[in-house]
């Protein structure tokens, strides 16, 4: 038993254990869990986003109209004051959600428009209402007899169809992108399911290869020395707990071989008083 402890302790070298191995292989199935979830996270928070800009753009539409029916009610004289303000307050939340839109309001939870394909139609609205809301604000600020005012009202009846048009143009193009990102996702829920099926499966290789198959082996050759057959030999040639335990098996068989032909010697020689 002292020979065999020897030996245990001479298999004791530096490398990776079971519990090393272990730990790896967890981590390695944590991490690519984490970093699936935190991807996909990600691109759900950007979705979230995405749904309040095209709600907002989609108002955007509303208000232009909501914009031309209140200066047209100011236009036929009915209760103008009380419309001019609604009218006002409809033209600050149409600039805002406007501004929002291009340039990102956090109060507002909108993300910039990125450069690109939306941003130039944004661009293109833009454009139409710097002309649209001038005429919108000189019929809130003059008086229904002021040429102005005629002029601002034949200049918005004008522009709104095209306003809304280039407005409706935006919102499908910002839907467009949302459900590009959302193909993208789908895209990379598919590959992240088949990068775990793959992790999954290289750890059960490892666990087969370096776990398994050795402990197997070690039943066999235990259930083989049971049977008699003392020539059984593991050699297995590794540092950690199953290497250390396969060279302990491997040292008690030979200890127990070199035993059992030694008495065997002694009995055919005439030997009887041998322990």
């Known amino acids: 038993m002292e020979k065999l402890g020897q030996t245990v302790m001479k298999t004791k070298r530096h490398g990776f254990g079971l519990r090393a191995l272990l730990s790896g292989l967890i981590g390695v199935i944590t991490l690519t869990a984490i970093g699936l979830s935190l991807s996909s996270y990600g691109f759900l928070s950007g979705q979230e986003k995405d749904g309040r800009v095209i709600n907002v753009a989609g ?20 209760n103008a004051g009380q419309t001019r303000e609604t009218l006002e307050k409809t033209w600050q939340l149409f600039d805002r959600s406007h501004r929002g839109l291009i340039n990102g309001d956090p109060d507002l939870g909108l993300p910039p428009t990125p450069k690109g394909e939306v941003l130039a139609q944004m661009r293109v609205v833009d454009g139409l209402w710097q002309q649209f809301g001038a005429n919108v604000k000189t019929i809130i600020d003059a008086a229904s007899q002021n040429p102005d005012f005629k002029t601002a009202l034949d200049g918005l009846l004008k522009t709104n169809a095209t306003l809304l048009k280039e407005m409706n143009r935006a919102v499908g193009l910002y839907e467009s992108a949302s459900g590009a990102k959302l193909a993208f996702l789908k895209k990379q829920l598919l590959i992240g399911a088949v990068i775990s099926l793959l992790v999954a499966a290289l750890c059960w290789l490892v666990i087969t290869r370096r776990l398994l198959t050795p402990v197997k082996k070690v039943v066999g050759m235990i259930q083989a020395l049971g049977e008699g057959r003392l020539e059984s030999r593991l050699r297995m040639n590794r540092s950690d707990e199953i290497g250390q335990m396969a060279m302990a098996m491997d040292s008690f068989a030979d200890n127990l071989q070199n035993e059992v032909l030694t008495a065997f010697q002694k009995l055919a020689a005439g030997d009887f008083t041998f322990e």
């Open 59 to 78: 108002r955007q539409r509303m208000l232009s109209q909501k914009m031309t029916k209140e200066a047209l009610i100011v236009a036929a004289g009915i």
